[in-house]
């Protein structure tokens, strides 16, 4: 006999040692909510006869009583062994209560106490009355996650919601999508998982997993958001594994000497997307990766890997290069091959590392995508990437003269070149018209494409000018604790000799003219290490670096490159606030929708370093602010700090809308969070 029979089985007494079976099969005693609503007979299984019989669904509701709870079915190992394994394990079984000597001592011996159970008239008209699958919603909470199974128009309708309007790899829709097609998958339903038949649809639904699913009233809470990360990354693996299982060739195991014949075998199987070939669904499968691998799991390495593989099949089909002929699938070549650009370059600037290519080769020739809304679009973001994958490598470049201290002469010059670049283009960028609808569904036309590839531009040039003038402005202070792209932190370990001083990089910038004026002490609540303090070197400072009058060639002053970091970042906030909002329903509305307690994220983050770099010098400005003015009623003074503050406030709320779907981005936003308080004002 099992434990849980033996918990079942009727135990004799002192009065009556044989009790007389009254039932043929003993009652169990959890019975399943359906059952209990309906007065039948419950066989305590999972799904239990009844509701199999009955074809309703069987769900149970933890007794009150004790005793072993009835154990989640568990899904065969030989199908989908890694999701399996990497599931929660089933519930262990609820521990009895211990044996007292006064239960059998007492009046009423061996009988549980009814206040014990029914402790009040609610709990008891709550049993007998209340509707039981409203009950089991209210009490039961199951982590539950989006799939859209092996449907794969579902999966591409829901492609053209959340993910093209920030990440368009493949060509524009048909039509306006239908409403999300959405499956909720319960963590206890593993036996109706259904697995997406490509590498691209594997892909795409990782990505979409890491929605909140609507059907879950608490997508924030740890057990969904595990269930979450469970499931997309069981896809994502999923999807490396297609990719590699349809490169194998059964050669190679069998007979390799007839694998060298150098031929490539058509894959048959129905493709993916009507206007894409099936040689590029890998490639594109692989983009995907590298941004989950970023905003998702914040594993760098991998991120560079995907898109790195994704690259050399993009040049191995020669997608890099112009090719007059048009075809149907002219556009989504030129689609695959640009977003695959942007990743690499993307891989560089997030990891601070140089490009794996040489970005302005001149082999590079492909034609740039189309948008019929916009048709200027593409070209300004492709632009605006190859401006702030040059800022990134001036910060390298101009890192290692630090550390080096060599001749700064050369490094002026490329930040004097970099300013005369993207001055005209923020400019030029700061006329754009972004009056799309935040909730406007892509179309053909994709409107709503346009308006976020001209904020993402936005985003880029103003986060490359940072960049460049961040150094005389704020002389590199680090803020943040951890290390976010170029940005260093403080718990980060300097040597002395990596680095000069603040104070001999600020003496090259101050020196000119425009000088600031001397500041006040620092203010009890700064945040980060005084700029006051700072701004106007010391004699000793100014004196001992007049051995290298390289430095003293800074073509810009402390202040014109804080003013310049300020207009910036909070052209950086604004251009965030005006990006589009998924419409999983179609309709457009003032305000985004929600997905039960959350409003709906947007998707695709891999440029969201650039909300570090504006935070980074908002937070700088408002620290010199404190310390200069700490307790004022200047009009501009306090005109100043509510600009920083909405600023502040825009980048932390993007940052949180990203981390409900992406949870690495949940660090950056966590970093912000921890240097201001943005309820008091600061």
């Known amino acids: 006999m099992t434990m849980a029979e033996a918990d079942v089985a009727p135990r004799p007494t002192a009065q009556n040692p044989a009790p007389r079976k009254k039932f043929a099969i003993p009652p169990v005693k959890n019975a399943c909510l359906a059952c209990r609503a309906s007065r039948t007979r419950c066989n305590g299984e999972h799904p239990c006869a009844s509701c199999l019989t009955k074809e309703r669904e069987c769900a149970y509701k933890p007794s009150r009583r004790g005793g072993p709870r009835i154990r989640k079915k568990a899904r065969p190992l030989s199908d989908y062994q890694d999701l ?11 521990p009895q209560d211990t044996l007292l000597i006064e239960n059998y001592i007492d009046p009423g011996a061996g009988l549980k106490p009814l206040a014990d159970v029914w ?22 909470k199951i982590p539950v996650v989006r799939t859209y199974g092996g449907n794969n128009q579902a999966i591409l309708n829901a492609y053209y919601i959340w993910i093209h309007p920030y990440f368009p790899i493949m060509p524009a829709p048909a039509s306006t999508p239908l409403p999300d097609q959405a499956m909720p998958l319960l963590e206890t339903q593993r036996d109706r998982f259904e697995e997406p038949s490509s590498a691209v649809s594997l892909a795409i639904s990782a990505i979409l997993a890491l929605v909140p699913c609507p059907q879950d ?18 896809l994502a693996k999923s999807a490396v594994e297609t990719i590699e299982s349809e490169a194998e060739r059964p050669e190679s195991s069998i007979e390799p000497p007839k694998a060298l014949d150098d031929s490539d075998e058509e894959i048959f199987r129905e493709k993916f997307h009507p206007q894409v070939p099936g040689e590029l669904e890998s490639i594109i499968a692989l983009d995907l990766l590298s941004v989950y691998e970023y905003a998702q799991r914040g594993n760098l390495k991998k991120m560079r890997a995907r898109v790195g593989s994704a690259l050399v099949s993009a040049m191995s089909l020669f997608l890099h290069t112009r090719n007059d002929v048009e075809d149907e699938y002219s556009e989504a070549r030129r689609r695959v091959w640009w977003m695959t650009y942007i990743c690499v370059c993307q891989g560089s600037i997030v990891s601070n590392t140089p490009p794996t290519f040489e970005v302005f ?20 973001f492709i632009q605006a990437q190859n401006a702030i994958l040059a800022a ?85 202070l680090a803020v943040f604790s951890g290390k976010h792209c170029d940005l260093h932190g403080t718990s980060e370990k300097v040597e002395a000799a990596d680095s000069p001083e603040p104070q001999q990089l600020q003496a090259c910038c101050t020196t000119m003219v425009g000088t600031p004026s001397t500041h006040a002490s620092q203010s009890p609540g700064s945040v980060s290490p005084t700029l006051s303090t700072r ?30 970091c300020l207009k910036s970042a909070l052209n950086i906030a604004q251009s965030f606030d005006s990006m589009p909002y998924p419409n999983p329903s179609g309709v457009i509305t003032d305000m985004p929708a929600y997905l039960g307690s959350v409003i709906t994220p947007r998707t695709m983050p891999s440029f969201a370093c650039c909300a570090m770099q504006c935070s980074y010098a908002l937070l700088m400005v408002k620290d010199r602010t404190e310390s200069m003015y700490p307790a004022t009623s200047n009009e501009l003074v306090a005109n100043l700090r509510e600009r920083l503050r909405i600023g502040l406030w825009s980048v932390l709320a993007t940052l949180e809308n990203y981390a409900t779907a992406f949870e690495a981005l949940g660090g950056m936003r966590d970093q912000i969070r921890d240097k201001v308080d943005l309820a008091c004002g600061f």
Request: glycine share 2%.
């Open 361 to 380: 080769a001149s082999s590079f020739t492909a034609k740039y995508p189309t948008i019929q809304a916009d048709p200027e679009a593409w070209p300004l």
């Open 84 to 94: 399996a394994i990497s599931l929660p394990t089933p519930q262990e079984e609820l």
């Open 535 to 564: 701004s106007t070197p010391n004699a000793d400072a100014g004196l001992g670096f007049q051995q290298q009058p390289s430095m003293l060639a800074s073509p810009f002053t402390t202040h014109h490159s804080s003013k310049i």
């Open 217 to 234: 009233p608490s997508p924030l809470d740890p057990e969904s958001v595990h269930w979450r990360r469970t499931y997309s990354q069981f």
């Open 392 to 476: 990134t490598q001036f910060v390298i470049e101009f890192n290692k003269a630090r550390k080096a201290q060599s001749d700064m002469g050369l490094i002026f010059n490329r930040m004097r070149e970099l300013e005369c670049l993207l001055e005209p283009l923020i400019t030029k960028s700061e006329a754009w018209d972004l009056n799309c609808p935040l909730t406007q569904p892509v179309d053909r036309a994709e409107t709503v494409l346009s308006q976020s590839l001209r904020c993402i531009s936005r985003i880029k040039l103003n986060s490359a000018r940072i960049k460049v003038h961040r150094y005389c402005a704020f002389f590199d």
């Open 119 to 140: 402790r009040d008239s609610d709990a008891i008209y709550d049993h007998l009355f209340q509707d039981p699958l409203a009950d089991n919603a209210l009490t039961v």
